[in-house]
């Protein structure tokens, strides 16, 4: 029987893994694209307005803290690199920012939403009888929600927390925008703090949502 649960999370894991890649890669190129139409070359020039996953990889976000949460049965946690922006370059730089900034987590809501078309379609006109099609897609709906939801939370160095400073600069919020590694500390509280239990029901509530809409059955 473990043999059996070992092997049906390591079949979800593979299954995962591209829409995880496809997912940051988006998320990356859409907040370099959005940099650039504003006027900020930065990511650009380092090569970062593109869709290959290989460029906005993190050796530890995106390779090592994936397969070892796997491995220890743990939370699946994972990031990119983040796209390098210089908000100097942009006209107006409190507002151009906020676009830039939103533009991450808005990107994942449309590929959530083109995930859930597709799931709708397989799943209305039984195009495939594929289990591994079917989940395939949900991961895909389930992951750009997730992270739409939490890279809106306004905890550095998400981009809540930019967008956050980008509505309300002042000195607290730039201190606070500032505060490096114990933002990692508070995102690790949140994630086991009672808090948690609400934001996951926020995450299952939209995706019921879209998939009513879409006309996939909601349980």
């Known amino acids: 029987m473990e043999n059996i649960q070992v092997s049906e999370r390591l079949i979800s894991f593979l299954l995962f893994i591209p829409i995880f890649l496809l997912s940051l890669t988006v998320h990356e190129l859409a907040h370099a694209f959005t940099a650039y139409k504003k006027g900020d070359n930065t990511a650009k020039n380092a090569g970062r307005l593109t869709l290959n996953p290989i460029k906005h990889l993190d050796i530890v976000g995106s390779v090592i803290m994936p397969f070892a949460s796997f491995a220890s049965g743990f939370l699946l946690i994972g990031w990119a690199k983040p796209v390098p922006v210089n ?16 533009a991450g987590p808005i990107s994942n809501f449309v590929l959530a939403i083109i995930f859930a078309l597709i799931l709708s379609l397989f799943y209305n006109f039984q195009l495939s009888s594929s289990g591994i099609v079917i989940n395939l897609l949900w991961y895909g709906v389930f992951f750009n929600i997730f992270l739409f939801a939490f890279n809106l939370l306004p905890i550095p160095p998400l981009d809540g927390s930019h967008i956050l400073f980008d509505l309300f600069p002042n000195q607290y919020t730039a201190k606070y925008l500032g505060i490096g590694f114990y933002g990692t500390i508070i995102l690790f509280l949140f994630i086991y703090s009672p808090l948690w239990k609400y934001f996951f029901g926020m995450i299952n509530f939209i995706i019921s949502f879209l998939l009513s809409i879409t006309g996939m059955p909601v349980v």
Not at 87 to 102: G, H, Y
């Open 87 to 102: 908000r100097n370059n942009f006209k107006n730089p409190l507002k151009d920012d906020a676009i830039v900034s939103f």
